[in-house]
């Protein structure tokens, strides 16, 4: 499976959006997650997306 790049998410973004419902649906699909997981990640290691992403695909959200 291969990812398609969020139009949500530029080059230049360094930090998601959570106050952004598309950019969290966007994200929720992309890790497989619920938003209540995704605001948990947030709220753990903050919005910074290479932290993020780094922590979603470890599956340490649950």
Known sequence: ????PSP???RTTTHMDIHD?????AWTQRY???EAQLRKA???VGSR???LS???RTGSSS
């Open 54 to 56: 780094s922590h979603l």
């Open 49 to 51: 997306i290479s932290t």
């Open 8 to 10: 949500f998410v530029s």
């Open 21 to 25: 419902r598309a950019v969290r649906s």
């Open 42 to 44: 947030v709220w753990m």
């Open 1 to 4: 499976m291969s990812f398609t």
């Open 32 to 34: 497989g997650i619920t």
